[in-house]
């Protein structure tokens, strides 16, 4: 019976490479090695920091290349060890010392056992068992979010303090993450105090709906960079936030406010040019005077979204444009001087409050209030979501309810005392 080849991971063999215009040769360990399930071949090359001057050449044989000035190369003649020979003996103590680093590469290869993916992952899996889950959510902060802004990656690392007073302050090894676990975190988010100053409770609904979301998108990184088994986060019960209520200003709000002086000129010239171009308050506080262009039908803007990455060619109306004030030099950013999105929205509780509107109105209300006006007027919803830049249109279908609700109100604005209404389908009608 014929005795079964046996298979190899690859061949680590010792070659020479003469050095262009000396008669010396570099020592350099070739690896053949075969990779993966389908064992595919990988070669690489290693020089050893090793210089010979007298190694011997079998110009018996063919030779092994020949380069286009006719020189040719031949294959170094090798004992029964296959160790290159050569004439000096320090040349062939460095021989013998490379064929000593070969044999440890051979050994390396032989010991390689390939696995399935499927297997590979498991075994990523096994040794991420022991790591930190709460180291890797910090590192994970910075990696999905390196140009968010300050208020998302407040919100993440508001998660991860969340996450380490639930914990106990010492590691969380990916190990002991379970089903449980999550929504023991979910019950104690929801638990957390008030966070803002003179309100008592606990953290709102969709404070907690925020937190905990956050929570569960770092355990789907977790799950899909292999630290994971199972989606965590997919299996954990969520918490769903309230649907919040979108303030939106009315022609004749935004009058008042255009009328009535801000405690800060560049919040006001801003949030009006918001109202005019439905851009968050980030994507306005990047603008540059070089993205402002000149064309035969008017001013147009260009940009990219920091939100979404999606770019952005915005038309602008006359009204817009003289928002920007005194054109400046190309780099310099068109409302250079308007706040951060905190104190900005300060300053725009006490202008709004001056303008005699009792509502809580935001930066960002004056982007709802740049939608909704245009869906009154008829303009089609993908038309405003090409405008806002979101990326499907059931974030713009938002709007939609916002204005349904508001022909609803006007529905009812129309009352006669004397006429009873139809309910619960029965008419109750009677005039007399």
């Known amino acids: 019976m014929s005795k079964k ?58 030779p092994i290349r020949v380069f286009k000035d006719g020189t040719k190369q031949y294959s170094p003649i090798r004992d029964s060890r296959g160790v290159i020979i050569c004439t000096s003996y320090e040349d062939q103590k460095k021989c013998n010392a490379a064929e000593k680093i070969r044999k440890e590469r051979q050994k390396e290869l032989d010991r390689i056992v390939f696995a399935s993916p499927e297997e590979q992952k498991l075994i990523a899996q096994i040794q ?39 914990n106990g302050r010492g590691p969380l090894p990916f190990k002991n993450l379970s089903v449980k676990f999550c929504n023991d975190f979910r019950s104690f988010v929801l638990s957390r105090p008030a966070r803002r100053p003179g309100f008592e409770g606990t953290i709102s609904q969709a404070a907690a709906a925020t937190f905990f979301s956050i929570f569960k998108a770092a355990l789907k990184q977790a799950f899909v960079e292999d630290y994971l088994r199972v989606n965590l986060g997919a299996l954990a019960k969520g918490i769903k936030a309230p649907r919040a209520k979108r303030e939106i200003l009315d022609k004749d709000e935004l009058r008042k406010l255009a009328s009535t002086p801000c405690p800060n000129k560049w919040v006001k010239r801003a949030a009006l040019f918001t109202a005019f171009t439905g851009l968050r308050h980030s994507d306005v506080k990047k603008i540059k005077w070089s993205q402002l262009i000149k064309t035969s039908a008017g001013w147009r803007l260009d940009l990219k979204q920091e939100k979404t990455t999606v770019p952005l060619y915005l038309p602008l109306s006359d009204q817009a444009y003289s928002l920007c004030g005194e054109p400046g030099k190309p780099a310099d950013h068109v409302f250079a001087k308007c706040p951060e999105i905190n104190n900005t929205n300060k300053i725009i509780h006490k202008w709004v409050a001056a303008a005699g509107i009792e509502r809580r109105i935001t930066y960002h209300c004056f982007r709802h209030t740049f939608a909704t006006l245009l869906l009154q007027q008829g303009t089609d919803l993908m038309t405003i979501k090409s405008m806002l830049g979101h990326t499907r249109v059931t974030t713009t279908e938002i709007y939609a309810h916002i204005v349904d609700e508001s022909k609803n109100k006007a529905a009812n604005a129309i009352k006669i005392n004397n006429l009873k209404s139809k309910r619960n389908g029965n008419r109750t009608d009677k005039s007399n």
């Open 128 to 166: 991420h068992s022991e790591d930190d889950f709460i180291a890797y959510f910090d590192d994970v902060i910075y990696r999905l979010h390196p140009k968010s802004s300050r208020n998302t990656l407040g919100n993440w690392k508001q998660t991860l303090g969340y996450l380490k007073e639930f």
């Open 5 to 62: 080849k046996e298979t190899s991971n690859g061949k680590a063999v010792i070659n020479v490479r003469k050095i262009s215009g000396k008669e010396e040769w570099y020592l350099v360990l070739n690896i053949n090695h075969l990779k993966g399930d389908d064992r595919s071949a990988m070669k690489k090359e290693e020089y050893l920091d090793m210089k010979i001057t007298t190694p011997l050449f079998d110009k018996t044989a063919p």
